[in-house]
């Protein structure tokens, strides 16, 4: 760490679905990462790398409660509070048009640049897409290729298409 430099302090805890487990980190204000089914602690400091962890329990009730109620195929009413610690202004951008993006239906990068101003960044955007600290939260799992293709996924390809049938499914 560089002279003047601060740590962020964020909290984490557990969370475990159908023999998954996912690391869900953030601060007092609200979630800032989500991580991979099965993933490891230090996934958190590929997205925040200035990140202190500090081990904490029912701190992200509301994230966990919204998940389960999501991998249970159900439409949960209400996000849990956020707390960017991580991207810059560009990516916090995509990040919020993702959370336009319906139940059950899917958009392209390039469709997904065109929504956020940027038609001609589509590798910005893309970039922007995987750099997404909060899995399944912030629905970069219905980000698709210019040819409807699943494509790639943090926490798996296989893993994103199950989450686009079980919305297909329930959107039907």
Same mark, same amino acid.
């Given at each position: 760490?560089?002279?003047?430099?601060?740590?962020?302090?964020?909290?984490?805890?557990?969370?475990?679905?159908?023999?998954?487990?996912?690391f869900l980190?953030?601060?007092?204000?609200?979630?800032?990462?989500?991580?991979?089914?099965?993933g490891d602690?230090?996934?958190?400091?590929?997205f925040?790398?200035?990140?202190?962890?500090?081990?904490?329990?029912?701190r992200?009730?509301?994230?966990?409660?919204? =998940? #389960?109620?999501?991998?249970s195929?159900q +439409?949960?009413? /209400?996000?849990?509070a956020?707390?960017?610690q991580?991207g $810059? *202004?560009?990516?916090?951008q995509?990040w919020?048009?993702? =959370? #336009?993006?319906?139940?059950?239906?899917? +958009?392209?990068? /390039?469709?997904?640049?065109?929504?956020?101003?940027?038609? $001609? *960044?589509?590798?910005a955007?893309?970039t922007?897409?995987?750099k997404?600290?909060?899995l399944?939260?912030?629905?970069?799992?219905?980000?698709?290729?210019?040819?409807?293709t699943?494509?790639?996924?943090r926490?798996?390809?296989?893993?994103?298409?199950?989450l686009?049938?079980?919305?297909?499914?329930?959107?039907?």
């Open positions: 760490m560089k002279p003047g430099e601060r740590m962020t302090t964020l909290y984490f805890e557990k969370y475990e679905f159908n023999q998954q487990q996912y980190a953030g601060t007092a204000k609200g979630l800032s990462f989500v991580g991979s089914p099965n602690i230090d996934e958190i400091h590929d925040i790398t200035d990140a202190t962890l500090v081990p904490s329990q029912y992200f009730a509301a994230a966990a409660d919204y =998940l #389960t109620a999501y991998l195929g +439409r949960p009413a /209400q996000l849990p956020f707390d960017w991580s $810059t *202004a560009l990516q916090q995509v919020q048009a993702l =959370l #336009t993006i319906p139940y059950g239906e899917t +958009r392209t990068y /390039q469709e997904l640049a065109v929504l956020v101003g940027h038609p $001609t *960044a589509v590798r955007v893309a922007a897409v995987a997404n600290p909060l399944i939260v912030i629905p970069c799992h219905r980000i698709v290729r210019s040819d409807h699943t494509g790639q996924y926490a798996g390809a296989a893993f994103k298409q199950d686009l049938d079980m919305e297909a499914r329930q959107h039907a």
